[in-house]
């Protein structure tokens, strides 16, 4: 079993920042790709940004240049830095890790949300 647990959100002014942290815990043998997700009020979630064991990195386009994700494998734990925030960053934001265990079999595992509101 695995745990995600988030933290890091808040309510904001446009054009700050704010970190968003996600600690993995649990008997895992490793934990493979880690990624944020966001859903704003009335859409689908979407993927934001995600970076492999390797440190592979991807992100959506409307956070390219404002927002890093990084990973701590010592701590397992993912962060998203997120500068220059808009209103539009509004939304729920989610971790998501992909975990393997001995066996070689993958798991999927959602943390809480936590809540970014930006202000205008």
């Known amino acids: 079993q695995v745990q995600l647990v988030e933290s890091g959100g808040g309510l904001v002014q446009a054009g700050v920042s704010l970190r968003l942290s996600c600690a993995a815990s649990?008997?895992?043998?490793?934990?493979?790709?880690m990624s944020w997700y966001r859903q704003a009020p009335g859409k689908q979630r979407e993927l934001v940004a995600t970076?492999?064991?390797?440190?592979?990195?991807n992100y959506a386009d409307s956070v390219k240049g404002r927002f890093t994700i990084s990973r701590d494998n010592a701590k397992n734990t993912v962060y998203l830095q997120m500068n220059s925030l808009k209103p539009e960053d509004t939304a729920v934001y989610y971790c998501?890790?992909?975990?393997?265990?001995?066996?070689?079999?993958?798991?999927?595992?959602w943390g809480q949300g936590t809540q970014v509101t930006v202000s205008s």
């Open positions: 998501n890790v992909v975990a393997m265990a001995v066996s070689g079999a993958k798991y999927d595992y």
């Open positions: 649990g008997s895992i043998f490793s934990f493979n790709r």
């Open positions: 970076i492999t064991s390797a440190g592979n990195t």
